[in-house]
Structure formats: structure tokens, C-alpha cells
């Protein structure tokens, strides 16, 4: 497996990291635990540094995290080892998540899905569809065309939303929330965002 760049780069210097890397979980990821969404065998897909893997551990859940950057994954099991939290990390692509040889009851992205292009979209969700049952539920968070301006990740519509999960899904709810943000590396401490419960509903 071939590691983009960009992504590894990314994870350089503890001092300096990039703009998703806030230290802890999304709020928005925190409610749902809150809400004991974030159970059973849960795949957190793309968990950079591993906040939103380790607070599904914290609260019972046998959590895995992939992530395609080998130091994000090194930080991530650092982490686990630090707070004492049982946590598998593994160096993966969500695009052949098949490859783990695991299926998963709940699955969640933070900030995922708005990096991928319109052709790789459909291999985002079919390769999350081949790892989550029948009946699990992803809960995703994307980058949302409410945020002005065009600095950062590509801004995403519902309807897109809508579309990318059309067949062997049901999209149960989305709506409005933030991002936080660095502020050392984007020029505001929050971004729009959707947040997408979404059920598979194939075989």
C-alpha cells in the first residue's frame, strides 16, 4: 500500500497539527456516546490521532481505528497506551476496508467522506457497506456547503449525501453542526458541518 503524502505529512510535528487534529473528540461525537450510539464492534474509518476510537473504548465499545497515515496510527496507539484504553489501530485504506477481514456493528466518519472526489465516493461507501451489518448504522460528518467562502475541504450538499447512500442505505437523519477547528492552521475555530445517521439496510 502506497501512503498519500499529504496525508502522512500531515502528522510531522506533534507542535504543529493539522487542522482536524483538535486533541479530543467532535462534539457532535461526544452526544451520540453520550447517547450510547457508539457501541458493540465499532470502526472508527480515517481516525488520524484516534480521539473519536478511544472515546468509543472509554465507553465500552470494542473499538477499532484505521487510518491511512502510519504516524497517525503510531499516535493513536500511543494515546490508548497512555490512557490505559483497549484499542485496535491498524494502517489502512477505507477504499478496501475488506482488507481487514472484520465486519463492524456501528461505523464512524469525521470528516472522511468530503476528501474523496466524485468517482472515488462510490468506493468510499461500498467499501464502508462491505464491512458494517446488516442493520448497523454510520455516523458521518462531513464538511457542509452552509460554510462560506472556498478555504478548506470541498463543501458537501445533503443531497449529496443523499445520493452517495441511495442503495442498501437509509439516511435516518442529517443535520447542521460544527467542526471544531486549529485555529493554527484555519482561519476560524469552527466550520459548518453535516452530521448523517445513516442505517445499511442491505444484505
Known amino acids: 500500500m502506497t501512503?498519500?503524502?499529504?496525508?502522512?505529512?500531515?502528522?510531522?510535528?506533534?507542535?504543529?497539527?493539522?487542522?482536524?487534529?483538535?486533541?479530543?473528540?467532535?462534539?457532535?461525537?461526544?452526544?451520540?456516546a453520550d447517547s450510547g450510539l457508539l457501541s458493540g464492534q465499532l470502526l472508527d474509518a480515517g481516525c488520524g490521532t484516534g480521539e473519536h476510537t478511544l472515546l468509543a473504548a472509554a465507553r465500552g465499545a470494542?473499538?477499532?481505528?484505521?487510518?491511512?497515515?502510519?504516524?497517525?496510527?503510531?499516535?493513536?496507539?500511543?494515546?490508548a497506551a497512555e490512557r490505559g484504553l483497549q484499542a485496535r489501530f491498524e494502517v489502512a485504506d477505507v477504499l478496501r476496508l475488506g482488507e481487514l477481514?472484520?465486519?463492524?456493528?456501528?461505523?464512524?466518519?469525521?470528516?472522511?467522506?468530503h476528501v474523496f472526489s466524485d468517482a472515488d465516493r462510490p468506493r468510499y461507501v461500498a467499501s464502508l457497506a462491505g464491512v458494517l451489518q446488516p442493520g448497523g448504522r454510520c455516523y458521518l460528518m462531513c464538511f457542509s456547503d452552509r460554510q462560506p467562502g472556498d478555504f478548506g475541504p470541498r463543501r458537501v450538499t445533503q443531497d449529496e449525501?443523499?445520493?452517495a447512500f441511495a442503495a442498501g442505505w437509509t439516511v435516518t437523519s442529517i443535520e447542521a453542526d460544527t467542526f471544531e477547528v486549529n485555529t493554527g492552521a484555519f482561519p476560524v475555530p469552527y466550520a459548518q458541518a453535516w452530521l448523517a445517521a445513516i442505517q445499511r439496510t442491505g444484505a
Open 161 to 163: 449525501l443523499r445520493a
Open 3 to 32: 501512503t498519500p503524502p499529504s496525508w502522512d505529512t500531515s502528522y510531522v510535528s506533534p507542535a504543529t497539527p493539522p487542522p482536524w487534529d483538535i486533541g479530543r473528540p467532535q462534539r457532535p461525537f461526544v452526544r451520540l
Open 62 to 79: 470494542a473499538a477499532t481505528g484505521v487510518d491511512i497515515s502510519p504516524r497517525a496510527i503510531a499516535r493513536a496507539r500511543d494515546k
Open 101 to 113: 477481514g472484520a465486519t463492524f456493528d456501528t461505523v464512524v466518519d469525521s470528516g472522511v467522506f
